[in-house]
């Protein structure tokens, strides 16, 4: 089965750190450009930070530029977000998408796959 795979969500502190994961099973991940997103309660589902192919073009929106980094590791065909300095507003269920295109980044458009999700919740 072709999916992605999140993890890594979880309750944190505000001001705290996560990793999360996002891991192609199925197929490899080289050769998708991929994009987190966020949903927040009660809220349209944002995108927040993409990469592309090659890990060479990222980029993220406001909210989140200079805290959080998106990385990829296309031997262990997983894609990360590592986020720092939570803030309540962060809470949202997190998911990460991915669409066969080489050399760009986006946030918007069409994806071939989206994972699941995975709940992310900042407060003391």
């Known amino acids: 089965q072709l999916q992605l795979v999140e993890s890594g969500g979880g309750l944190v502190q505000p001001g705290g750190s996560l990793r999360l994961s996002c891991a192609a099973s199925?197929?490899?991940?080289?050769?998708?450009?991929i994009a987190w997103f966020r949903q927040a309660p009660g809220k349209v589902r944002e995108g927040i930070s993409c990469?592309?192919?090659?890990?060479?073009?990222?980029r993220y929106v406001d909210s989140v530029k200079g805290r959080y980094t998106i990385s990829r590791d296309n031997a262990k065909n997983t894609v990360y977000l590592q986020m720092n300095s939570l803030k309540p507003e962060d809470t949202a269920i997190y998911y990460c998408a991915g669409v066969k295109v080489k050399y760009v980044c986006s946030i918007y458009g069409t994806f071939d796959y989206w994972g699941q999700g995975t709940q992310v919740t900042v407060s003391s």
């Open positions: 990469i592309s192919s090659s890990g060479g073009t990222t």
């Open positions: 199925g197929f490899t991940l080289d050769g998708y450009g």
